[in-house]
């Protein structure tokens, strides 16, 4: 799913019958919650991201009233999120939905060797889970006066383990995972030549497994292998 498409899976959850607010079609009655919070924040991320992939694979020219559209969609800037009732009911806007398909149709196609995989079975999860408290434990050879790395390894890989101990993990959540683990393995590419030599090998080859899961076009142990191919020989982790 990229992000394009996972925009427009929020946007239809915001949809609403008439008489709705803003506010209380995207969130609960009881005023605003850290999740909804995060989800609208969230949503702003993935619309910024949707925005920099269409600049880099195509004329941005073309996308700007859809982007125009999305923007005024997502905050609504002229409307009482609290107090205006929707006549007609609250539904994502035409112009809208088939932009974001179009979107994600050229992310897609401009970008298919970085698709993402945010459809992970409960067994891809719970291998993922305890790859990372592996890597949890691994970090603690890191010698004390990297300290400052290692916590922020740890703290790391707390948020990714945090997000994924949740039943039935949304997509949306799943993507923070794959954005904070990524963000994790390139941190702790720096602690592989600070582990004792013999901890090395096994480290990078967990690092090298948690990047793989991610790849959407290619499995956990391909995308691995490819990884390990490139920088093991100079982290002096290889075979």
């Known amino acids: 799913m990229n992000p394009a498409e996972e925009l427009l899976d929020i946007f239809k959850r915001w949809e609403a019958n008439k008489g709705a607010t803003i506010f209380l079609a995207r969130g609960p009655q009881n005023g605003i919650t850290y999740d909804l919070a995060k989800e609208i924040t969230y949503a702003t991320s993935l619309f910024q991201e949707v925005i920099k992939l269409l600049e880099a694979s195509d004329d941005i020219d073309d996308w700007r009233e859809f982007i125009e559209a999305t923007w005024k969609h997502l905050y609504a800037p002229r409307t009482d999120w609290c107090t205006n009732t929707s006549s007609t009911g609250i539904t994502v806007p035409g112009l809208v939905r088939t ?8 992310i897609s196609s401009k970008s298919p060797d970085v698709s993402i995989n945010t459809d ?12 990372l408290q592996e890597v949890k434990e691994q970090i603690g050879a890191i010698p004390q006066r990297y300290q400052k790395l290692t916590d922020s390894i740890t703290s790391k890989l707390d948020d990714c383990l945090f997000i994924l101990s949740t039943d039935d993990v949304p997509p949306g959540r799943l993507r923070e995972a794959r954005e904070k683990s990524l963000e994790l393995v390139g941190e702790s590419l720096h ?8 901890k090395r090998k096994s480290f990078f080859k967990n690092l090298m497994n948690i990047s793989g899961v991610w790849v959407g076009n290619m499995t956990a142990g ?3 292998g490819m990884l390990e191919n490139i920088t ?6 290889g075979s």
Not at 232 to 237: N, P, R
Request: charged letters at 20%.
């Open 120 to 131: 992970l079975t409960d067994d891809e999860i719970a291998a993922l889970v305890k790859t």
């Open 222 to 224: 391909a995308a691995g």
């Open 191 to 198: 602690a592989v030549i600070l582990l004792p030599e013999e």
């Open 99 to 106: 932009g974001l398909r179009g979107a994600s149709s050229t």
């Open 232 to 237: 093991s020989s100079f982290l002096g982790v």
